[in-house]
């Protein structure tokens, strides 16, 4: 069974960084495409950002590039989101995906900036 | 970016009765491969979003036959032939032809009347 599992989110001031973590098991993880999507409180979904398999080629969507790095670990089966300078707008609960066509997502993890 | 519009918004249905969501892009989705990378997502209430459909009409694996996918080019339709209470939730059309970014459509809520 695949399973994506979240981990990282919290309350941080605006200007402030967190490292989100996404820990997967029940498929190959070394072999997919590895995606970040978004949804601030009440709002649709955002992309933000994914990875290829050997982490050779990443991309984000504009309103992150800069502030925002993802990577992975194929060992650890682990996705990560790098989140650097923090705004209010980026409050969200960002959930992993498996893939550039979204096959899997976790439960998310909520990520509120604010003083 | 390629921009996806859904329509309704909002999509009151009653139980049994079938339901009809339509999903535009701001252009041709067809890749130089040859495939439409469009797919279709429902977020039930309280929940993760969960893939229904890929490449326009592909049921993903657990998927009830009750939901179809259809459309070519710029227009496409996500289909439920009856409503059940379950299907409640918003649904979301995403498109993976031109990236980045990846882009979803605005979401459409269906509820029960």
């Known amino acids: 069974e695949v399973q994506l599992v979240e981990s990282g989110g919290g309350l941080v001031q605006p200007g402030g960084s967190l490292r989100l973590s996404c820990a997967a098991s029940g498929f190959t993880f070394s072999s997919y495409w590895m995606t970040w999507v978004r949804q601030a409180p009440g709002k649709g979904l955002e992309w933000v950002a994914n990875?290829?398999?050997?982490?050779?080629?990443?991309y984000y969507v504009d309103s992150v590039k800069g502030r925002f790095t993802i990577s992975r670990d194929n060992a650890k089966n682990s996705l990560y989101l790098q989140m650097n300078s923090l705004r209010a707008e980026d409050t969200a609960v960002y959930y992993c995906?498996?893939?550039?066509?979204?096959?899997?997502w976790g439960q998310g993890t909520l990520v509120t900036v604010s003083s | 970016d390629v921009v996806m519009t859904q329509s309704p918004l909002s999509l009151p249905v009653t139980l049994g009765q079938p339901a009809s969501i339509s999903c535009r892009s701001s252009?041709?989705?067809?890749?130089?491969?040859?495939?439409?990378?469009l797919n279709w997502f429902q977020q039930r209430p309280g929940q993760s979003p969960r893939r229904l459909i890929y490449?326009?009409?592909n049921r993903d694996s657990g998927v009830p036959d009750r939901f179809s996918g259809s459309g070519s080019g710029t227009d496409f339709t996500l289909k439920i032939s009856r409503v059940e209470a379950e299907d409640v939730g918003i649904y979301y059309c995403m498109q993976g032809t031109y990236w980045p970014p990846w882009t979803f459509g605005q979401g459409t809520k269906v509820e029960i009347k």
């Open positions: 490449k326009v009409s």
């Open positions: 995906a498996r893939g550039r066509g979204l096959e899997y």
């Open positions: 252009q041709s989705l067809v890749s130089s491969d040859g495939n439409t990378y």
């Open positions: 990875i290829k398999q050997d982490g050779s080629e990443k």
